[in-house]
């Protein structure tokens, strides 16, 4: 079911404004749309909030091109603005509120404390994943998604615990194993920590998944179904849009356009740990002691006094031996 009605306008810096027709946007899209947004889809637009990217950037990145007309997948049919040389150009009219929604959702999680899990286990996908997890402070998978690794969270957990052990038992230095023993141990800790090693400090199952390919993490994206966690993901021409809470039509495939993803992602998320923290009224200034101002007494400062005028004394007749050597050469 779609939306007949209404536009969706984004304004950006510099004055440049995209106006985007919603009559195409799923009706689960606009269900999600914040409350500070909800009742002004009528044409009056909305500021983007912090991050800010503007159509020009998405286009750079290549955001728009979709796969060979072969390959689509129909249900990405009102997303397609058309084709050209037998490819899909996807609809960017579209991408960017969608992509404000996403981008708003993860910063509202991130606000509230939530646990996000980045998903992205492909080899354009794999490192940017990593690297938006780690510089905004939350969790990846980027080498091999398990079965069952949110909806039978028991038994990974375990295998976390596993790892943590390994860990402790490899940096002891007096562990007193033999070369190959240490050997085995650090291959099997290598081989865990590939799996888990960047969901090990989670805790639990997160509160909101971001996924750059849902044909590659299609088992992810259905254990998020069954779990009723919702998902943030990139959807390609090829893809299946209707699993996806807050899906963004864009290439999954260019190095350039994942990069371009996870840093809005990675910036976002920051932002909404910043509002966490203005939230909680916390002053890193209070916190810190202030440095006493001591007030020099009258003894002190004839002592200094003293002190200089003897070196004054003791220097200047080595100057002025100098300074006659110097002009006598």
């Given amino acids: 079911v779609f939306r007949s009605h209404g536009v969706l306008c984004g304004k950006f810096a510099r004055g440049y404004v995209v106006r985007a027709d919603i009559w195409r946007l799923p009706l689960r899209c ?18 983007m909030a912090l991050p800010e990217f503007t159509m020009r950037q998405l286009l750079e990145a290549g955001v728009h091109f979709g796969h060979q007309t072969r390959r689509w997948n129909p249900k990405m049919g009102p997303y397609i603005f058309g084709v050209r040389n037998g490819v899909h150009i996807l609809d960017l009219q579209q991408t960017v509120p969608m ?14 404390g939530g646990r996000i899990l980045f998903v992205g286990t492909k080899r354009q996908a794999s490192e940017p994943a990593a690297e938006a997890a780690r510089r905004s402070g939350q969790y990846y998978v980027n080498h091999r998604w398990l079965g069952g690794m949110m909806t039978n969270w028991k038994a990974v957990s375990g295998s976390i615990k596993t790892l943590i052990n390994l860990e402790e038992q490899l940096a002891d230095e007096n562990l007193g194993l033999t070369k190959k ?30 996924v750059i390919d849902t044909n590659k993490e299609d088992i992810a994206v259905l254990e998020a179904c069954k779990l009723g966690i919702p998902v943030v993901a990139v959807v390609d021409s090829n893809c299946d849009p209707e699993l996806i809470t807050y899906p963004i039509p864009g290439n999954d495939d260019a ?19 910043q509002q ?29 006094v003293a002190e200089a005028v003897e070196q004054e004394v003791e220097v200047a007749p080595e100057t002025e031996t100098q300074v006659e050597a110097e002009v006598d050469s």
């Fill in 99 to 112: 992509f404000h929604l996403a981008l708003t959702a993860l910063r509202d999680v991130a606000a509230g």
């Fill in 255 to 273: 190095i350039r356009a994942v990069s371009f993803y996870c840093d809005l992602f990675s910036r976002a998320i920051i932002d909404g740990l």
């Fill in 181 to 210: 023993e240490i050997l085995q141990l650090t291959r099997k800790r290598d081989k865990l920590d590939r799996a888990l090693g960047g969901i090990k400090d989670m805790g639990g199952v997160p509160d909101i998944l971001v």
């Fill in 276 to 304: 966490e923290l203005a939230a909680t009224g916390a002053d890193i200034g209070e916190a810190l002691e202030a440095p006493i101002e001591e007030i020099p007494t009258e003894d002190a400062v004839e002592n200094v």
């Fill in 30 to 47: 606009l269900e999600n749309i914040p409350d500070q947004l909800r009742g002004r889809i009528t044409g009056e637009g909305y500021y």
